[in-house]
């Protein structure tokens, strides 16, 4: 007997509330899920994250099946996988011949293109684990000069009532305490041990395969111990809001050798592909701040980092697709230095963020923001570039995340369309926010001359090649009065090490 509905799910919607699973017929209706090659490759994606959501799908499947559900897995070892989430839709539409097929929006414009022009009538459903809807984002941005992520976490705090007092107004008596939450990590201070989820059977099978089928990938599949289903998920939630969330406000912007975590929570990867919900999540930071366990600087913070940053990027990702990932506002060209594959560099804080990126497919926000991103901008790295790298080595990263933190709030490439104004920065910020400055071989007091870190003369130069229309931006204009007041002779020099370090970059020499 035919199908009544076919429902695809894809590796990021692992959700039993998902649009597409409401309301299912568990006698007629099928399930579809397919590990495809496209996906996993179109990128060079870490082997750490093709495990994470290879084995979360296989997981979740499992849990389906457990409810009663049918449910076909297409494994990709499978001699007749198509090798596309497009060509698996067509195989099995054509196999079981359902009356309706039925799928949630992606989170990829790409592969949502690919899958509404395969030639299979579908059902969308809206991704109601969004708070924001594709359409309400659009409704609220429609007719605003300026996008920006302020006014638009203001209505979603009034819209959800997290942190409000009962008259409307800020817990608080401020939206945003994002000041309090930029204090390095003193002498002394010590994170919580990372929580370690030992792999079971399916992950172990999960991890052979990536290890046999992605060996040009960058990226280590050692010691993987995330959480792939979302009970595993809540562990580390739990262990997060008891061991890290009273200081991650005041120390979510630090950095330090040998720390890849330190306050993090690292649930961003299990939050994007559906393994915890994150309205629920939120109610508990708050429930956490009102019986006193952390104070309102941690708890406003994160909870601006997923109703706030996180449904505003989404909110333009979509609003702005496919015309967006073009942004290139200063006609970068240039290729990503090897060292982003292979984390050599004698750049302390790239070493330091690269290796830890390679090794556990993560990095928090500030290293990504002001030591990989931070030195793409300077250096004019292509946005395409560095889109794709970070969009491959991170395992929470999906496009319609990773693409407007990159191109827009990173590289400023979408002309300030989401970030006011460019995150440039010299040597002298990452010395403020970390110790990599002194392991390094660099002296971050030098500005020029071999010994000279880097960062500085990048960022001088950087300054001037973009003086139009920078110097005109009121939010940066200030650093070229400090341009101003240096000396010809000095100004110079500035510019001509740059020149001398991005020669260096194009010569594939190490920095
Ligand atoms: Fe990074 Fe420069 Fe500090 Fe070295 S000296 S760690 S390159 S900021």
Redesign the pocket.
Known sequence: MSARRLILILGDQLTHGLGALKDIDREHDHVLLAEVMEEASHVPHHPKKIALIFSAMRHFSEALRARGIQVHYVTLDDPDNSGSLAGELLRWTQRLDPAEVHLTECGDWRLEQALRHCGVPIHWHQDSRFICSRDAFAAWAKGRKQLRMEFFYREMRRDSGLLLNLDGTPEGGAWNFDADNRKALPKGVRPPAPLSIEPDAITRDVLALVERRFTSHYGSLEGFDYPVTAEQAEHLWQYFLAQGLADFGDYQDAMADGEPFLFHSRISAALNIGLLDLRRICAEVEAAYRAGDVPLNAAEGFIRQLIGWREYVRGIYWLRMPEYAEGNRFGNSRALPEFYWTGKT?????R?AIGQTLEHAYAHHIQRLM?TGNFALLAGIAPKAICDWYLAVYMDAFDWVELPNTLGMVMHADGGYLGSKPYCA??????CM?N??Q??????SESTGESA????ALYWHFLMRHREPLERNPRIGMVYRNLARMTEAKQQALWDWGERLLAKLDAGEML
């Open positions: 004698r750049m302390n804080c790239m330091q030591a010299s040597g002298q910020y990452i010395k970390s990599h400055c392991g390094c071989s660099y002296k971050v870190c880097p960062f500085n």
